[in-house]
């Protein structure tokens, strides 16, 4: 895949990072059939490219993150009702079969569509301004997909506030923390880099236990507690072999790191 020529967004590999940078400020970053298109490419290379062992999502602008889908282009749905399937599935890692750990910046308004990204994130980094919501209903739209996914995350009552107020009420980064969806707080200008750190951490360890383990308590989600220990016991089995770690332990680093 030639990464220059994406128009949407824009992509490098540095150091076994997937940098992705959300390329439409003018239009709050919101995803159009193109943007869907690219990001299907997107995680099939990064699947396949053993070059890459973590992937950070971000977007430029000050204003959002997201804000979903275009609603001046719209989106593809197809007219036979029979052969729809959800837009959204394409932004999705996890739903395109990428199991590398994606760690998400995000900033200003994270809305509706925006959700896609957020609900298979592994690690979301939140600057101080972030604000969470889901339109979907102040325009009169039925909000499905999105929450659906969020109530795998965090409380179901904070899904439903959410998507019942609409546009009357935005989430804080702060009350996002507090519920789990977003694991730290930052400042603005230092969202890139901490994003970016965390990712060179995960990128130093061996990449086939990071993606094991992805897979494995990813979808041990869709499994009763007893399913899911059954085949996390395969998860390690297949990771390793001979039932043996990849590193010395005495290689280890053992300097510690302090949420911040």
Not at 37 to 44: I, P, T
Not at 119 to 136: G, K, L, R
Request: with cysteine; charged share 25%; glycine share 6%.
């Amino acid at each position: 895949m030639d990464l220059s020529n994406l128009t949407t967004v824009i992509a490098e590999v540095d150091d076994h990072v997937l940098t992705v940078t959300l390329n439409r400020p003018d239009r709050m970053n919101s995803f159009t059939n193109e943007m869907r298109r690219e990001f299907r490419a997107l995680w099939d290379f990064a699947a396949e490219t053993d070059d890459v062992h973590v992937v950070v999502l971000r977007a430029s602008g000050d204003r959002a993150f997201s804000t979903g889908m275009d609603v001046k282009e719209g989106t593809y749905v197809a007219e036979n009702v029979f052969s729809r399937r959800d837009p959204g599935a394409d932004l999705s890692p996890k739903q395109n079969g990428c199991w590398k750990p994606l760690v998400c910046a995000v900033h200003g308004m994270v809305a509706g569509g925006a959700l896609y990204w957020i609900n298979e994130a592994d690690i979301i980094v939140a600057s101080d301004d972030a604000q969470f919501f889901d339109p979907h209903v102040s325009y009169g739209l039925v909000a499905a997909l999105e929450p659906i996914g969020l109530a795998h995350r965090i409380p179901i009552g904070e899904v439903l506030r959410m998507v019942l107020l609409g546009l009357d009420e935005r989430m804080s980064a702060q009350r996002a923390h507090e519920i789990g969806l977003v694991s730290e707080i930052v400042p603005r200008e230092r969202l890139w880099a901490r994003a970016q750190e965390l990712a060179a951490r995960i990128a130093c360890k061996p990449p086939a236990a990071i993606q094991g383990s992805i897979r494995a308590i990813w979808e041990s989600r869709d499994a009763t507690r007893s399913q899911a220990l059954a085949t996390g016991m395969s998860y390690t089995s297949l990771g390793n072999p001979i039932g043996k770690a990849q590193v010395v332990r005495s290689e280890v680093p053992t300097r510690k790191y302090e949420v911040r």
